[in-house]
């Protein structure tokens, strides 16, 4: 399950988008139009900084703008920035040990099978798709 910090950060992500024509947007502005805490999106916003997915400027005129076109940024990619871990069962989690049964397994193929199912679907729509 998506996490409301990833839900907010593809809200965030996409409101940049949609208003990038301004240059820099003030967060206290995203927050009010998509009815988000400004203490919440001053958490999410440094995650998404970090990974150079935004960049942001303080003071008269400041706020945050994308790093680049939304055409180049996957839902899978800012989902991955704020999410633990997108993995449907804790044996295909990024970095988990593998699973004593993983060779006896009789339903390890069909969580694979939905785990590249997810995968793909998220790194394959994009901002723009959703503007």
């Known amino acids: 399950m998506i996490s409301t910090r990833g839900r907010y950060a593809l809200r965030v992500m996409l409101d940049l988008a949609q208003n990038q024509g301004e240059g820099y947007v003030p967060m206290k502005d995203v ?14 916003l440094p995650l998404l900084k970090q990974k150079n997915m935004v960049v942001g400027i303080q003071g008269k005129g400041g706020g ?4 680049r076109e939304p055409k180049g940024y996957a839902i899978g990619e800012i989902l991955r920035v704020t999410e633990k871990e997108l993995a449907p069962v804790s044996c295909l989690a990024e970095g988990a040990e593998e699973c004593a049964l993983k060779s006896t397994c009789k339903t390890i193929g069909f969580w694979e099978g939905l785990n590249d199912v997810i995968n793909e679907y998220m790194d394959s729509k994009t901002l723009e798709d959703l503007m």
């Not at 927050?31 to 999410?44: G, P």
């Open 31 to 44: 927050a009010l139009r998509q009815n988000l805490s400004l203490k919440y999106l001053e958490q999410i």
């Open 64 to 67: 945050y703008r994308l790093t």
